[in-house]
């Protein structure tokens, strides 16, 4: 291992410079694990996905899907690009389900509208939890396997689906 590492580096230190900046949107002397998953989940025809557009399709999206965050005053969306926030995607359920946080750094990318989807699928679930179960077992949801297929049911399912890409694209 020590022989590779040793023949790539120089090779390694060259396109890094060159690439973390373009691939990134700024210059990183030391990427974090994010900017090098963000980077492993890069497609060819990112540019379709503009940073700019992320917020309204993913918001029109879930509208016709019937689910308007701008009607669902439980889920909170932050979306916004600000400078020291982390790429990865979350829901914080701060107070299930009055108060959940829909949290997606538009980047550019496919990967952006894949997360939104996927959190957002997380954020419904949350925000459909009856409040007669808080402070139980069940105020969290039946379980994480449950709660993570519901997020991968719009993730996968729906928002990878032929039909979706037919309408949305």
């Given at each position: 291992?020590?022989?590779?590492?040793?023949?790539?580096?120089?090779?390694?230190?060259?396109?890094?410079?060159?690439?973390?900046?373009?691939?990134?949107?700024?210059?990183?002397?030391?990427?974090?694990?994010?900017?090098?998953?963000?980077?492993?989940?890069?497609?060819?025809?990112?540019?379709?996905?503009?940073?700019?557009?992320?917020?309204?399709?993913?918001?029109?999206?879930?509208?016709?899907?019937?689910?308007?965050?701008?009607?669902?005053?439980?889920?909170?969306?932050?979306?916004?690009?600000?400078?020291?926030?982390?790429?990865?995607?979350?829901?914080?359920?701060?107070?299930?389900?009055?108060?959940?946080?829909?949290?997606?750094?538009?980047?550019?990318?496919?990967?952006?509208?894949?997360?939104?989807?996927?959190?957002?699928?997380?954020?419904?679930y949350e925000q459909g939890?009856?409040?007669?179960?808080?402070?139980?077992?069940?105020?969290?949801?039946?379980?994480?396997?449950?709660?993570?297929?519901?997020?991968?049911?719009?993730?996968?399912?729906?928002?990878?689906?032929?039909?979706?890409?037919?309408?949305?694209y």
């Amino acid at each position: 291992i020590r022989t590779v590492a040793d023949t790539t580096e120089n090779s390694y230190a060259a396109r890094a410079a060159r690439l973390f900046p373009e691939l990134l949107g700024r210059d990183v002397a030391h990427p974090s694990r994010a900017h090098a998953q963000h980077m492993r989940s890069l497609h060819e025809f990112d540019s379709v996905y503009t940073q700019e557009r992320m917020i309204d399709v993913c918001n029109t999206t879930l509208s016709e899907l019937g689910f308007d965050l701008s009607s669902i005053p439980t889920i909170k969306p932050d979306l916004e690009d600000r400078p020291q926030k982390n790429p990865r995607a979350c829901v914080i359920p701060t107070r299930v389900p009055d108060e959940v946080y829909l949290v997606v750094r538009p980047t550019g990318g496919l990967s952006d509208y894949q997360a939104f989807m996927h959190e957002a699928g997380h954020a419904m679930y949350e925000q459909g939890i009856d409040m007669i179960y808080e402070a139980t077992p069940l105020g969290g949801g039946t379980s994480s396997g449950v709660h993570e297929s519901q997020s991968r049911t719009w993730e996968n399912l729906v928002g990878r689906s032929r039909g979706f890409w037919q309408h949305f694209y």
